[in-house]
């Protein structure tokens, strides 16, 4: 038996018959990974289609708690809640959001919770109270791409 010390402070037997890992948790390329109590063995195997989880107690009896998951499955699920977490912040953000902190400031713009991303050149907004008759209320966005087009964006509560 030959005795092989690793930089992490665990050791590892090597013998006639195999190789002997001591310590209580052991990482083999992110692939398989082993962690160990005083009671149980967990063993943790993934490649790219599915993840395995098997538990073994010390005395070598199988535990009933075996977990296969399909991780190409566990990925479509995640992406559509996150699809779905996108579409009810959409339906909960205004339709028109402005921000800013200084009147000198360059305002930041959200058109149903997208950033307008091209450059601000005019932000007009009229709004009055209704009060003996009703006010007309605009808002008009002007903007300026990279190639100098300009694109207009509003609305008008009279048409």
């Not at 010390?58 to 399909?70: A, G, M, S, V």
């Not at 009229?126 to 509003?154: A, R, V």
């Amino acid at each position: 038996m030959t005795e092989f010390n690793l930089m992490n402070g665990q050791a590892i037997e090597l013998t006639k018959d195999g190789i002997l890992f001591k310590g209580n948790r052991i990482e083999i390329d992110g692939k398989v990974i082993i962690d160990k109590d005083d009671k149980h063995i967990a063993v943790l195997e993934q490649d790219k289609n599915k993840i395995k989880q098997s538990s073994v107690d010390i005395d070598d009896k199988p535990i009933t708690t075996k977990i296969n998951l399909n991780t190409a499955l566990v990925n479509k699920v995640i992406d559509n809640l996150l699809k779905e977490i996108e579409t009810v912040k959409l339906q909960r953000s205004p339709r028109v959001h402005i921000e800013f902190d200084h009147i000198n400031d360059v305002p930041t713009i959200f058109i149903d919770g997208e950033k307008v991303q091209d450059g601000l050149v005019s932000l007009n907004i009229d709004w009055k109270t209704n009060t003996e008759k009703i006010s007309e209320k605009t808002f008009t966005l002007k903007t300026i791409n990279k190639d100098g087009y300009e694109t207009i964006t509003g609305e008008n509560s009279l048409f």
